[in-house]
């Protein structure tokens, strides 16, 4: 009995070792595929991006129409080549655990804008209606990955799209409320396409297999699209749940959790899109660059309140939402001057009589008044304050004294068109 005990013992010893010795294997091959995916994915990718970034000076150059549809063609097939390349690099990526999710603000209105264009040209050349059912009061600024969870809209729309060959796809856009910074966005994409069978929707999901090869060999694709989509929202805690109906269409659909930035309603995606062009074609790139100066200061000062307040506000600025801009602007000026009182007596000096001021030259006092109106067109307030507060140091005739007691009231505001006027 011993004798037998101990040759099963050496037995079972030598096929734990064995079997460890396959997956050991097996994951070193799994990483050599997953390296070698995603050294070729970024090796292809270089020469597609050049090859369309030529290709776009040409349909920006010429004007030949025989040209100009070349053009196109090779347009269409290098995205349709990179979207290709993309899935692989992801799959291969997230196949290594490389891939991360990366959370930053966006404006709701905007990516629901660029999914609709990103799309509406597949749908419209195929002859099928896009329609987009997105709730006005979602809310207007949220925090997440933005990148990716556009990507699987993307993918859910182009494969919605693929299928169907009449009829409509739609975009469904709703939330409900988790907490005070977090809501729960509820997406669903609604097809009249072919549908699927129930045995074959489980297949969706598996890297690199198409369901019924045969009846849709004419569609492109890798088979990568929902198995990416799926474990990017494996990695954000949903999933994707399909219903379909074999022959009369599909619905896809998928729960995230996002935090709100702000919870004024977003209204007509549209809409809130235009507005936020309109800002952006706006010559408004220095009230964002005084009020990041302004975070940064008053976070090293240890103003937390302003510094908050200011930092939101950059935000707003960036992402071109307007309301915020209207109504929070205001209270963020009288914040900073309730802080310019409070420290007023840090800063006070004794001023000299007229008398004992130190004079200054004509030519000089012309380049102060005209550094001060290139400091106004830049609504740049805390050096305006500083040079202000220096001219009042010197000797000045009366009509120079009233002029720039004038422009201090207005700057104490401030009042920005009527210091332009004043400086004029």
Known sequence: MATFLDAMTQELTQSN?????MAERA???????SDFLSNMSHEIRTPINAILGMDEMIL???TDDTIRNYAENIRTAGNTLLGLINDILDFSKIEAGKLE???AEYATSSILNDLVNMISNRAKNKGIQLIVKAVKDLPSMLYGDELRLRQIITNILTNAVKYTDQGSVTLSVDWEKLSD???IVKVAVTDTGIGIKDEDIHKLFRAFERIEEERNRTVEGTGLGMNITQKLLSMMGSHLEVTSTYGEGSCFSFKVKQ???NWSAMGTYEEAYRRQRFFANCECDNYTTKVHALKSTARVAGLNELSERARRLEDAGNNGYLDELTADTPVLLALCQDYAKALAPLTEKSEPDEENKAAISDAELKEAWETIGDIIQTFDYDNLMYLLGELAGYKLEEKDRQKLQLLQEAAQVPDWERLKELIK
């Open 17 to 21: 070792k064995d079997l460890k010795d």
């Open 27 to 33: 994951k070193a091959a799994n990483r050599a595929k």
């Open 60 to 62: 920006r150059e010429c």
């Open 101 to 103: 999710l990366i959370p």
């Open 181 to 183: 910074d977090e809501i």
């Open 259 to 261: 935090k709100v930035l």
